[in-house]
């Protein structure tokens, strides 16, 4: 069982926001190893709304860039790797990496929640409207039309049978970022800011 929480502390929430594709789950484990006594609620949050979410979140992690303002705490934390997701029979499949040279003449779909903003030269527009989300956009990958560019945690999100998807080497990566609102720093924000950047239970802030 887990330990009983000190004296003086009362059990709370903690609510963290995260943008999808965000993997905060080895941090939430230590999370609950270390502060048993404070519930760590996960709430998925909009690339588009990140900033706004961040007055109801006690922090998030959200995606650079991320509007600059003296009221937030911006952490950098790691870098996506962008991929190309295609459909499985398609002849993109034959190399183990590609670059943006490769998708000249593919049709490039790019969806209205599109985190990368790749620029592709020489890639076809696509004839239709843009999804309205990532989900959308692979859902027509895997029927073959044209390919999708997204950071690979949301390729992995999506995963399906029916597609694959290649490191792109020379595209754009995404950052990952946690962040928060100056006055809401908390004793219980500046514990997770130590669980994310690997500081052990014993170390001072």
Known sequence: ??????????P???????IPGATPGKWIGLWRERMPHVTLTLREI????????????DAALVRLPLAASDDLHVIPLYEEQPVVV????SDLTAADE???????GEVVIVALDDV???????????????PVD??????????????????MSLARAHQRRDIEYRVLRDGPTS?????????RTTADVEAFVGVVRGRTARSSR
């Open 98 to 104: 590609l670059d943006a040279a490769d998708l000249a």
């Open 1 to 10: 069982m887990p330990p009983a929480p000190p004296a003086h502390e009362e």
């Open 134 to 151: 990532t989900a959308e956009a692979i859902a027509i990958v895997a029927a073959g039309v044209g390919v999708v560019i997204v950071p």
């Open 86 to 89: 295609m459909s499985a029979d």
């Open 46 to 57: 909009a690339v588009a709304d990140q900033r706004a979410a961040l007055d109801d979140v």
């Open 175 to 183: 950052t990952v970022a946690l962040a928060w609102l100056r006055e």
């Open 116 to 130: 990368l903003h790749a620029e592709i030269p020489d890639a076809v527009a696509p004839a239709f409207a843009p």
């Open 12 to 18: 709370r929430d903690f609510v963290l926001g995260a």
